[in-house]
């Protein structure tokens, strides 16, 4: 932001030398960039200050935003100027009319019209001043616009009112044609030609587009030198339209650089008011009464309590309540000294929402250097949530198995959402732009977003990528739903993509429920979704004693079409869990648990099973029969041998370790266990003991 050291005069007294001032400024948070003393028509000089106002802060965009940082900074007055100037008896409404019909990108729009201007040269003062600061000179109803847009930090645009079609201004879309080919295009200001999509906030009149809201005007309707009546447009637009049409245009202007970073509401009518003022006393003309309005009163702003205690302990030294009241109230805000101060903000302090804000005003106005750098300020020990804990435990495991995590849009394609959707049928939620090209659909599962990125690190580098990703989907809700049930099901997943096989995958899974503590075990079940190959995809449970399961979430491997259409190799094996069930159900803090003094018993057994039979099904009753004597159960072997055994049928070889917490345990109590498993097997499961 380029201010000029005059202009700034005209609104306060500037009392401190040039480097004390900029050293001042930085201190409080408007960095000094550099200063230089530039040349001026008729032999003049001013010296120019190039600030870094950031992003936050849009009110000092403008003289009068910086000249009121100076003036609290130096207890001088703020002079701001005041308005008048004679209104005719013809109202504004019998000349203009004006439609708002795209208020999601234009939350206001205000007009007023001036008749019998007189357009030649802006005074020289004021082209000095724009001069000083880079501003090209165009004519006096172009300065005015741009001398107040500098002056308060409020755009504006002038039109040639009698190159308004219809005299009707719309604020609407960009249009299209009815077969979608054809959309609607603009001359700009600079002579080219700028294409409006409907994403695009156009302001037109009854028959064509006049100009880009919030971005630069059109050259149909610009002030000239045959220019007798004009239109000042003074609106608001929402910083995300402003910001998206000008990047897709690659059309940035100091229009739209202050509308990205949100004007004062308030000051627009007083911006409007200051050019009219303007105008009429360099180029003539009369202003027609009223103004024309499309929104409502600026509701106030709700009070921001201020406590001197909470100021105290945050800074760590005590300020006075007259010290902080007298900062705020030369800040722009109304409060009074107290205890526990009542703030209510300005209208251009968009970023004042919270009492940490308001202790971060008084603390840079009154000075972080008088904040001794050993000044007591009290720091309580802070922990980790129980989710951030967990997810850290899951990181460990997740890479010491070899996966790089990832971290991808929440936003896919529509296609790659459909093909794979396993948690849900109900139709996916959309965005009303894209926020990225082609993508406008808000993922439903993660598995999409770390296939792409499998294909992606596959076509540039050939790497086959083993990922995971732990971030949120959004399930819709059902159809049925209302109110605040109908908002999504925002939920955090972790998902993995590797390319092993389905068994090393789960592996994976199982180790990480170890690590978590999740009790219970995990159960599978066949089912069949879109995107995984037939019968290559089961559900994940948790089963616990006495309590109904608890669905974790799904692992499959990848239908090979879809594998190939993202030009991937060999076969693709994904996974996707609820990290809120893992997170719920996790036991981080180890238990302790008795240690048996006892000696134990280990015994192999070879059962004859149907092929049907799973392995935790079938360890399921094992455990059931063995009761609590049971110190460790593994799986050692498959074997199928359809002539000795008959078809469908299958061996189990597994190895039980009989332990007891009270006694030692002899040859006869381990016979017993084992026939107590072997009958049970038998009755539940058509079990066989191979001797």
């Known amino acids: 932001m380029l201010v000029s050291w005059n202009w700034l005069s005209r609104y306060v007294d500037l009392t401190l030398s040039h480097d004390e001032l900029v050293d001042r400024l930085s201190l409080s948070g408007l960095n000094h960039e550099g200063s230089e003393t530039v040349s001026l028509d008729g032999g003049k000089t001013e010296v120019v200050i190039d600030l870094e106002v950031t992003s936050n802060r849009g009110d000092c965009l403008g003289h009068i935003g910086v000249a009121r940082e100076i003036a609290v900074l130096t207890e001088q007055p703020l002079k701001i100027p005041t308005i008048e100037y004679q209104e005719t008896g013809k109202k504004v409404s019998d000349r203009l009319s004006v439609r708002n019909e795209f208020e999601s990108a234009c939350t206001r729009y205000t007009a007023r019209v ?65 077969d979608g080919k054809t959309k609607e295009m603009l001359e700009a200001i600079d ?68 509308f990205e970073r949100r004007v004062d509401p308030v000051g627009i009518d007083w911006a409007s008011r200051r050019a009219c ?137 529509e296609k790659l959402d459909s093909s794979l959707s396993p948690w849900t049928d109900r139709p996916a939620l959309q965005t009303r732009t894209a926020m990225l090209e082609g993508s406008k659909i808000l993922r439903r ?59 090393t995958a789960k592996g994976v899974i199982e180790t990480l429920l170890n690590r978590l503590g999740v009790a219970g075990e995990l159960a599978v079940e066949s089912v069949e979704r ?15 004693a006495g309590e109904a399961d608890l669905a974790l979430g799904y692992l499959g491997i990848l239908d090979e079409k879809l594998v190939s259409s993202c030009k991937l190799t060999g076969p693709v094996v994904t996974a996707e869990l609820s990290a809120d069930v893992l997170v719920e159900h996790s036991h981080l803090v180890p238990q302790q648990q008795e240690v048996s003094a006892f000696p134990s018993i280990k015994r192999d057994l070879n059962l004859v099973l149907p092929e049907a039979v799973r392995w935790d099904g079938l360890s399921g009753v094992i ?20 002539k000795a055994d008959g078809k469908d049928r299958k061996r189990v070889l597994f190895t039980m370790e009989l332990q007891s917490l009270t006694e030692t345990l002899s040859g006869d109590d381990a016979d017993g266990i084992v026939e107590s498993v072997v009958k049970k097997c038998e009755d539940e499961l058509g079990a066989v003991l191979m001797r």
Request: charged share 20%; glycine share 8%.
């Open 277 to 413: 003022q303007l105008i009429t006393e360099i180029a003539g003309g009369h202003v027609l009464s009223g103004v024309i309005d499309t929104a409502e009163a600026v509701a106030a702003r709700p009070p921001i309590v201020l406590r001197l205690s909470q100021l105290e302990r945050l800074l760590g030294i005590k300020i006075d309540a007259e010290t902080a009241a007298r900062i705020l109230v030369g800040l722009g805000c109304q409060a009074k000294p107290g205890d526990e101060i009542q703030c209510v903000p300005p209208t251009w302090r968009h970023d004042l929402t919270r009492e940490a804000d308001l202790i971060e005003e008084v603390a840079r106005i009154h000075g972080y250097d008088k904040i001794p750098e050993d000044a007591p300020i009290p720091v309580a020990p802070s922990s980790k949530r129980e989710f951030d804990s967990a997810m850290q435990r899951l990181r460990g495991v997740m890479t010491a198995a070899g996966y790089s995590e990832a971290m991808t849009p929440s936003l896919v394609v």
């Open 530 to 544: 879109d995107g995984f190959a037939v019968g290559g995809v089961v559900a994940l449970s948790l089963q616990r």
């Open 114 to 178: 001036i008749e019998g201007v007189k357009v030649g040269d802006s005074p020289q003062w004021m082209q000095a001043a724009l001069q000083s600061i880079g501003i090209g000179i165009v004519n006096n109803v172009v300065d005015v616009t741009n001398y107040v847009m500098m002056e308060c930090g409020q755009p504006l645009h002038a039109f040639d009112a009698n190159k308004i079609g219809g005299d009707t201004i719309v604020v609407r879309p960009g249009q299209t044609s009815s």
């Open 445 to 503: 599962s993660l598995i999409p977003s770390l296939l792409q990125s499998r294909a992606a690190n596959w076509a540039s580098s050939s790497m086959q990528a083993d990922l995971f990703e732990i971030a949120h989907v959004y399930l819709p809700a059902a159809a049925e739903k209302t109110g605040d049930e109908a908002l999504p099901a925002e939920t955090y997943h972790v998902a993995m993509i590797a390319g092993g096989d389905f068994f």
């Open 623 to 642: 455990q059931s029969a063995a009761d609590e004597r049971l110190a460790d159960l593994t799986y050692q072997e498959t074997y199928r041998n359809e």
């Open 191 to 258: 002579h080219r030609s700028y294409e409006l999509t409907q994403d695009s906030c156009v302001i037109a009149d009854a028959q064509s587009a006049l100009a880009i809201g919030g971005v630069m005007g059109g050259a149909s309707s610009e002030v000239t030198d045959t220019t007798t009546d004009i239109v000042i447009e003074a609106a608001d637009f929402v910083p995300l339209s402003v910001r998206r049409t000008a990047r897709r245009l690659k059309l940035h202007s100091p229009s739209s650089f202050r």
